[in-house]
C-alpha cells in the first residue's frame, strides 16, 4: 500500500524557521515533490528531491533521506504570506503515468 | 500564458443529475490528470491519461468517467452525481519526464444536495 504521513497543523512566529516533516511508505519510489497551497487557490510546485540530501532554493529547502524514507522541507525567515498548506507528495515507480501519492498536508500559520 | 483552465468554478447539482468538467491546458503536455481534494483526505486521483486517445483509472474512479479526444483538453463527467462527490475537483498536466511536477488548475468547487 502507499501512505504519507504529515503534521496537520504547524504554528511559527514570523522571521523564524520552521521544517515540516514528511514519512513516506510506498510500492516503489521515484522522487518526492514539496508543493504549496495557499487557501482556495491551486497547489504551486516548491521543490523535487529524487537524490538523497539537500535542495535549497531561496528561503525554502528540502531534504531527503530515501533509507529512512523522510524528507522535510525547511522554511526560513517566516513571512506571513507563507501562511499555506504545504503539500509533501511521492512519485511512484513502475506505473504508467508516474502518479504522485499526496500526503494530506500541513496546515502552517505563522504568528506576528 | 494560460496554463492549465478548468471551468465552471463553482457548481451546485442535485442528486442524479450529471455534469462535465472541463480541463483545457496550453503548455502542450502529454499528461493529465483529475485529483479530488477533500477536509482530511488530501488530493487523491481519479483519473488519467498519458496521452491523446488513452486514459486509466486512478485511486477513486467510481462514478466518474473521462475522455481525452484531443491532447489539450480532459474532460471529467459525473453521470449520475452523489453527495458523496461533493468536493473539490483539480486538473492537472506535466510533462512525460518523471523529474517534472505538475502544473494545477485553479480548481471546481462542486456541491452535490
Known amino acids: 500500500g502507499q501512505n504519507i504521513d504529515q503534521p496537520t497543523e504547524m504554528t511559527a512566529t514570523e522571521g523564524a524557521i520552521v521544517q515540516i516533516n514528511c514519512t513516506y511508505q510506498t510500492s516503489g519510489f521515484n522522487g518526492l515533490f514539496w508543493y504549496q497551497q495557499h487557501a482556495g487557490e491551486a497547489p504551486t510546485f516548491l521543490s523535487y528531491n529524487v537524490l538523497d540530501g539537500l535542495e535549497e532554493k531561496g528561503r525554502f529547502s528540502s531534504f531527503l533521506s530515501r533509507s529512512k524514507g523522510y524528507s522535510y522541507l525547511l522554511l526560513k525567515e517566516l513571512q506571513m504570506k507563507d501562511s499555506a498548506s504545504y503539500l509533501c507528495?511521492?512519485?511512484?515507480?513502475?506505473?504508467?503515468?508516474?502518479?504522485?501519492?499526496f500526503g494530506q498536508g500541513t496546515e502552517l500559520s505563522v504568528k506576528p | 500564458n494560460a496554463g492549465v483552465t478548468q471551468t465552471p468554478k463553482f457548481r451546485v447539482l442535485k442528486t442524479g443529475q450529471s455534469m462535465t468538467l472541463l480541463c483545457a491546458q496550453d503548455?502542450?503536455?502529454?499528461?493529465m490528470y483529475w485529483y479530488r481534494q477533500d477536509p482530511g483526505m488530501g488530493l487523491r486521483l481519479i483519473h488519467y491519461s498519458v496521452g491523446e486517445g488513452t486514459t486509466a483509472k486512478g485511486e477513486v474512479p467510481d462514478g466518474y468517467n473521462v475522455s481525452r479526444l484531443k491532447k489539450q483538453n480532459f474532460l471529467l463527467g459525473l453521470e449520475s452525481a452523489a453527495p458523496s462527490q461533493t468536493s473539490v475537483y483539480f486538473c492537472a498536466s506535466r510533462l512525460p519526464f518523471q523529474t517534472r511536477p505538475l502544473h494545477f488548475g485553479n480548481g471546481t468547487r462542486l456541491t452535490v444536495t
Open positions: 503548455m502542450n503536455h502529454e499528461y
Open positions: 507528495a511521492v512519485r511512484v515507480a513502475g506505473n504508467q503515468g508516474g502518479k504522485l501519492i
